[in-house]
């Protein structure tokens, strides 16, 4: 069985950093590009970073220079460190992927959790 599992989540002050893990746990043979999208209480969820297996990143505008991605892939973990936090910063936290199981040749796309990030004074 294949798991994805956040972690790292808390709340803390304006300006203050954090950094958020994603683990893919299970017999495991591929693991492709890794994200993390948020979702706001009541709103939409929406991308904030995704890390390929080069090391390759791509991040949304609304956290591009404060967020950083990363990702190691002998132990299949991503890393979300993020800097100078704001209120709007607020949100559920989700890893996602896609991962090809050792005893099958189909790639899934998984979801994590969550882990609840609060940004507030």
């Known amino acids: 069985q294949v798991q994805l599992v956040e972690s790292g989540g808390d709340l803390v002050q304006p300006g203050e950093s954090l950094t958020l893990s994603c683990e893919a746990s299970?017999?495991?043979?591929?693991?492709?590009?890794m994200s993390w999208y948020r979702q706001p209480t009541g709103g939409q969820r929406t991308f904030v970073a995704t890390?390929?297996?080069?090391?390759?990143?791509r991040y949304a505008d609304t956290i591009k220079g404060r967020f950083t991605i990363s990702r190691d892939n002998a132990k299949n973990t991503m890393y979300l460190q993020m800097n100078n936090l704001r209120p709007e910063d607020t949100a559920i936290y989700f890893c996602?992927?896609?991962?090809?199981?050792?005893?099958?040749?189909?790639?899934?796309?998984?979801w994590g959790q969550g882990t609840q990030v609060t940004v507030s004074s």
């Open positions: 299970g017999d495991i043979v591929r693991v492709d590009g």
């Open positions: 890390v390929f297996p080069d090391g390759q990143t």
């Open positions: 996602n992927t896609n991962i090809q199981r050792a005893d099958s040749s189909t790639i899934r796309n998984y």
